[in-house]
């Protein structure tokens, strides 16, 4: 499993891993949301409010060197944006996939440096 550049974004913002845990901490804790967000919107043919939960979620990973799910993110607001609404539904799902997993590998990139989330 890969792992996420929490070191290089420490050293960007020159902090310590251990201050940025809290960062961390909060896109875990909004993983759910984003998920059922998406769900939601694509549920109610909402297409500016899946737009701008996709945005969301492009933004968060994008700043936390979340890259899978920044790409994910970035191909499918593309797509959106294009006016291109086929396959929505695996879109939806594949973005709440590797946010899910996300979660799981934040963890343990913290983990590689000796910190517990």
Same mark, same amino acid.
């Given at each position: 499993?890969? +792992? @996420? ?9 020159e ?8 960062? @961390?901490?909060?896109y875990?804790? !909004?993983? &759910? ?7 939601? &919107?694509? =549920? ?7 737009? &701008? ?26 797509l959106? =944006? !294009? /006016? ?15 946010? +899910?997993?996300? /979660? @799981? ?13």
């Amino acid at each position: 499993m890969e +792992i @996420y550049n929490i070191v290089g974004l420490a050293k960007d913002l020159e902090l310590e891993c251990a201050d940025i845990t809290d960062l @961390y901490t909060s896109y875990i804790d !909004q993983i &759910n949301e984003h998920c059922q967000n998406l769900e939601e &919107n694509f =549920n109610k043919n909402d297409f500016t409010g899946l737009i &701008n939960e996709v945005h969301n979620v492009k933004g968060v990973a994008g700043n936390l060197l979340i890259n899978d799910v920044f790409e994910e993110a970035s191909s499918f607001g593309r797509l959106l =944006n !294009q /006016g291109n609404f086929t396959d929505l539904k695996e879109n939806v799902d594949s973005i709440s996939s590797l946010l +899910i997993n996300s /979660g @799981y590998k934040v963890r343990k990139s913290f983990a590689k440096v000796n910190i517990t989330l």
